[in-house]
């Protein structure tokens, strides 16, 4: 499991989520978001007809593939030149996590999606999502990361979410090769690549006015950039599931 690479074998571990958009909103929803925002399966980044189903503005993507040697070289490779990132407060640009619990890369990765950008702020007032925001906004990003590992009320939603989905769920303690990440829109305006294995967040480029998580520019940037990474690398592996989030319309 490729969470195993950095998060200790004696930290707890989740059950892996499904990169479903119902498991996703459900669990959303039941932190704090309204039920007017939610995920839709992305199936094409490159034909506009399968697009046009996708609810807009997209907020946010999640990306969920297969961890492949092509990755892992990027990744040490990208994270060497960078120091670790140590923001915090109301100024940072974008909310990260650092995971430190095993198999709980589909989590960090849907609460970068909801944590920022135009999703955040729509979070409801008062819900177990908006207390546990406003408490890790003022903390690094080690006390940001005991403040997700001592949540309980993110471990049971998580345990809940985890029960649904259409194939059956991995034990927590279960290695699995696949590994989410988050592209994020945020308040900013630029893309984000957020990553809790990673040294922090990354910034991918501004998007211009009115383009959103799904534009072309943000594809570019994003998932269509990690997948020519990853066939240049030789990768012959190359499936993956996106997700959006965005406006749910009846």
């Not at 309980?152 to 303690?173: W, Y």
């Amino acid at each position: 499991m490729t969470d195993r690479v950095d998060v200790p074998e004696t930290n707890k571990a989740f059950v892996p989520l499904e990169n479903n958009p119902e498991v996703m909103s459900h669990l959303v929803h039941q932190l704090g978001l309204p039920p007017t925002l939610g995920f839709t399966d992305v199936y094409s980044i490159d034909e506009p007809d399968l697009l046009a189903f996708v609810p807009r503005p997209s907020h946010a993507l999640l990306l969920v593939f297969p961890v492949s040697k092509t990755y892992e070289s990027s990744r040490v490779s990208e994270d060497s030149k960078l120091t670790e990132y140590t923001g915090s407060g109301p100024s940072e640009p974008v909310m990260w996590f650092k995971q430190t619990i095993r198999n709980a890369c589909g989590l960090i990765g849907l609460l970068h999606a909801v944590s920022n950008g135009e999703a955040r702020k729509q979070v409801l007032p008062e819900s177990d999502l908006d207390t546990l925001l406003r408490d890790a906004e003022p903390l690094g990003p080690v006390a940001r990361a005991d403040l997700l590992y001592e949540s309980k009320a993110l471990e049971s939603a998580h345990a809940d979410a985890a029960k649904l989905g259409d194939t059956t769920a991995p034990q927590a303690e279960d290695s699995v090769d696949l590994h989410f990440v988050a592209f994020v829109k945020g308040a900013d305006g630029r893309l984000w690549e957020l990553d809790g294995r990673r040294k922090g967040p990354l910034d991918r480029g501004r998007l211009d006015e009115g383009e959103d998580a799904l534009s072309e520019k943000a594809l570019d940037l994003g998932v269509r950039r990690f997948l020519k990474t990853e066939a240049q690398g030789g990768n012959p592996d190359l499936r993956f599931s996106l997700v959006s989030l965005g406006p749910v319309f009846d």
